[in-house]
């Protein structure tokens, strides 16, 4: 059934009330239309959403006009779970184009990209079943690949903050595949076809296999982002503004990254975040909850140093610095003269530190200004108040 055409912003309003006050109706948490890579070898199996644009915890207008299009083209929108994805046909596009119709002499730019996303599918004739909707109700663990890269634009797009999304079974959802560019190919089917292919000179020149794509294949950065290689940034990462990512060592995984300017050249682990101007030096590694962090996902705070080839597995606070090749863990034994003690506790008043000499790293966590150092003649790892300022150079950020 066709809706008819809303001929002003007032009736469009009135419309969106009468939608939203229906029996069951449930607002969604967030919603997009994406474009599905499937399967060469099984065409029900998504490998990939492309989503053009994602909408979180805003624009609930477009969402109350995306579910009344379902509905009116014979789609059953199920309010009773945690998410709702379906492919879309035709008659979705024109009830949308129909409900959307005072605005879509307006969108352009940044106005009513809904309504672009609508007119571009509207153009494009017969969509076929490339494109699915997405509808999040609620926080839950994913149940689907589109739902999993909703959630991943939603943190790489800064619309959610790190580590406050469920994603868990995230990696059981997902396809391993071969990516060549920006598609995906089923291991199995080019396993299938590799004689032909290869004789036939069409066997593609494979980039990584993973089951997650990279950053750059669906985020565009900052104009002051700079990422030198595009296999160093996964899918899912969030990377504030000025961040600098280098070649060779550096990495940065899904739900992790930057709040701000920071220099990169080590890892960033998976739900491991850095604060603004710091710099990861080369080699330096911030642990993830899986890798020796006792589930305790580390933030390293403000104009904090990590120097080349340092291990760092507890939170650390502002301006702090580790130095080269220097391992710091929550069971790590530090020490600390008395007089380096008062000045530490002089820097964190919060802080409550026994009057002693021996420290464990977890002690120490959390905590602004700590300078960690090894002794050369013991071997000891030494903590001190730090008194040099970490500064990054402004022209590269």
Not at 14 to 41: C, N, W
Request: glycine share 10%.
């Amino acid at each position: 059934m066709a809706i008819e055409t809303i001929n002003s912003t007032d009736e469009f309003k009135d419309l969106i009330s009468q939608i939203t006050s229906q029996d069951g109706y449930k607002e969604p948490m967030a919603f997009g239309i994406a474009r599905v890579d499937r399967g060469q070898k099984n065409a029900d199996k998504v490998l990939q959403a492309n989503y053009a644009l994602i909408n979180w915890k805003e624009n609930y207008g477009s969402g109350a006009v995306f579910i009344k299009a379902l509905q009116e083209a014979k789609i059953d929108v199920d309010f009773s779970g945690s998410e709702f994805v379906v492919t879309i046909n035709d008659e979705f596009v024109k009830n949308a184009m129909a409900m959307f119709a005072p605005y879509i002499g307006e969108a352009i730019g940044d106005a009513h990209k809904n309504v672009q996303v609508i007119k571009t599918l509207s153009a494009m004739g017969d969509i076929g079943k490339n494109f699915r909707i997405t509808i999040l109700f609620e926080d839950d663990a994913p149940k689907s690949v589109e739902s999993v890269y909703l959630k991943l634009y939603a943190l790489s797009l800064q619309k959610a903050p790190l580590r406050s999304l469920n994603l868990n079974g995230a990696f059981g959802i997902l396809s391993n595949v071969a990516w060549v560019g920006n598609t995906p190919y089923e291991l199995e089917y080019l396993r299938e076809n590799e004689i032909e292919m290869k004789l036939n000179g069409t066997f593609p020149t494979i980039d990584s296999v993973d089951k997650f794509p990279r950053y750059l294949q669906h985020i565009i950065p900052a104009d002051n982002t700079r990422i030198l290689d595009s296999s160093k940034v996964r899918m899912g990462a969030s990377l504030s503004a000025g961040t600098t990512v280098m070649p060779g060592a550096s990495y940065i995984n899904f739900n992790a990254g930057t709040l701000g300017p920071v220099m990169v050249e080590g890892r960033i682990s998976s739900s491991a975040i850095v604060g603004s101007g710091s710099d990861v030096g080369g080699g330096a590694s911030i642990l993830g909850v899986l890798s020796g962090t006792d589930g305790n996902p580390i933030s390293i705070g403000e104009n904090t140093l990590l120097g080349a080839n340092s291990v760092t597995g507890i939170p650390l606070g502002d301006g702090c610095i580790v130095d080269a090749g220097v391992t710091v863990l929550s069971g790590t034994k530090i020490k600390i003269a008395p007089e380096q003690l008062a000045l530490i506790k002089e820097a964190n008043p919060e802080a409550n530190l026994e009057d002693k000499t021996t420290f464990k790293g977890v002690e120490l966590q959390g905590l602004n200004g700590i300078h960690y150092r090894q002794n050369s003649t013991t071997g000891e790892i030494v903590a001190q108040r730090s008194t040099r300022e970490v500064k990054l150079n402004e022209d590269l950020h």
